[in-house]
């Protein structure tokens, strides 16, 4: 079983009330999940990554972090106070370029001993734009194609270099990069830092069966989760790939107590703080695209249907229709009498895995098992501290199972996953 950490805050996830609740930004909470990450054997360590505030009706939103440092300066630092940890960091191919990335990655590879992943994401928001000189050019029906050549100029400068010895100059020619020239940082010590997706698409599942080493995804039951599982996997082949070089691991939470009951009562507390009036209402502005603030959270949702082209919300990604999801929610809160707050909590972002400590690492194991996942991308409810009772009630538990490492048997962030060393080409073309 492989398992990560995702350092929580540019989501619905965590619970800003709990007295528990440090800084999203202090380098001191980045280091004691990393940390904490690292004590309990972890593959590697998430950070997420927006390149805009998001904006709600013309208001940073509730939910977003305002002072978030750049993600791989934060992992450089990281590098520094963590010996095995993976230090994965998410960076956009849209807004971003071949040479200058490859440079930072590979220098991220090279001070961590090997340690670095990129988790590759894309953009066809031209509200994110605005903040670049392209300004949102990109049609969303091309952002896998810029990003599949971005990753592979990227591969080829990381190959520019022979394993041992001095570089050979590059030149890639394609619809979207003309560079040539030398690359300036040696050959990373993985070859490749590993790569990480994250899509539900037909677009990103295709992308990842090509290209990925590790997909990201949000399929947190086990039907959904063998379904997604087996399609993936079954793509590989094509690609001359083998099931085990793509690490399948979707983002889950979890909530632990000493009964099963225990738990599902904190799970309970913890989705009301989650979902507060205020935010029940923004969710469902989210869908709606209109302002719903005359609304009673306690009260029934609006018989309007959501406006389509409404800019009401900014910066965020749109995973569903919102017809569909407006009607779902209704057809939900008319069957079960709640209301629009109680619908919300009961129909999204409910945690993965609630009950004891052995509870809960049987349901982890038995996922894995039965081919739904090859691990796990653990997104904790509090920052900083919010890892501290997994990796200390349930990690043993794991281990007993002989399902989980008891030490870290390589110093590489491929060794831990399992992944072969790219073979070195000393030059592109």
Do not use: C
């Not at 017809?323 to 993965?352: C, D, F, N």
């Not at 794991?398 to 790219?422: D, I, K, M």
């Amino acid at each position: 079983m492989h398992l990560a950490a995702h350092f929580p805050g540019v989501n619905s996830t965590t619970v800003w009330a709990d007295p528990r609740s440090g800084s999203q930004i202090d380098f001191s909470s980045f280091e004691h999940l990393a940390r904490t990450a690292e004590r309990g054997l972890f593959d590697f360590f998430f950070l997420a990554e927006g390149l805009r505030l998001r904006e709600h009706n013309g208001r940073i939103h509730d939910l977003d972090v305002v002072g978030r440092p750049e993600s791989i300066t934060v992992l450089n630092a990281l590098a520094a106070v963590t010996d095995r940890l993976g230090l994965a960091g998410t960076v956009n191919t849209t807004f971003n370029e071949p040479y200058e990335l490859a440079r930072r990655l590979a220098s991220l590879d090279h001070l961590s001993a090997g340690r670095a992943a990129w988790n590759v994401v894309t953009s066809s928001d031209a509200f994110t734009g605005e903040n670049f000189r392209r300004g949102g050019y990109l049609d969303r029906a091309d952002r896998y194609t810029r990003a599949a050549e971005f990753l592979a100029t990227a591969r080829e400068l990381w190959d520019s270099w022979a394993p041992e010895g001095p570089p050979r100059p590059f030149a890639h020619s394609g619809p979207q990069f003309g560079i040539e020239g030398e690359f300036t940082v040696p050959r990373p010590p993985q070859g490749h830092p590993v790569v990480i997706q994250a899509g539900d698409s037909a677009e990103g599942r295709e992308f990842a069966a090509s290209a990925a080493d590790v997909i990201f995804t949000r399929h947190s039951t086990p039907e959904a989760g063998r379904e997604f599982y087996a399609d993936v996997k079954g793509r590989l082949a094509r690609y001359g790939r083998d099931p085990g070089d793509l690490k399948i691991m979707p983002g889950v939470t979890y909530v632990l107590g000493d009964t099963d009951a225990e738990a599902r009562e904190r799970a309970a507390e913890i989705r009301h703080q989650q979902v507060s009036p205020q935010n029940a209402i923004l969710a469902a502005e989210q869908i709606w695209g209109r302002d719903l603030s005359a609304y009673d959270p306690d009260g029934p949702f609006p018989d309007i249907d959501p406006d389509l082209d409404s800019t009401l919300v900014q910066g965020r990604v749109r995973v569903a229709d919102p017809l569909v999801v407006a009607e779902k929610w209704r057809a939900l809160s008319e069957a079960k009498g709640l209301s629009i707050r109680q619908t919300i909590v009961e129909s999204s972002g409910r945690q993965s895995f609630v009950g004891s400590p052995a509870t809960v690492a049987a349901a982890l194991d038995e996922f894995v098992a039965t081919d739904a996942a090859d691990g796990f991308i653990l997104v904790p409810h509090l920052t900083p501290g919010g890892l501290d009772d997994f990796v200390d009630q349930v990690v043993p538990l794991l281990q007993e199972r002989g399902v989980f490492r008891t030490e870290y048997s390589g110093t590489t962030l491929r060794a831990h996953l399992g992944l072969t060393v790219p073979a070195g080409k000393g030059g592109a073309s």
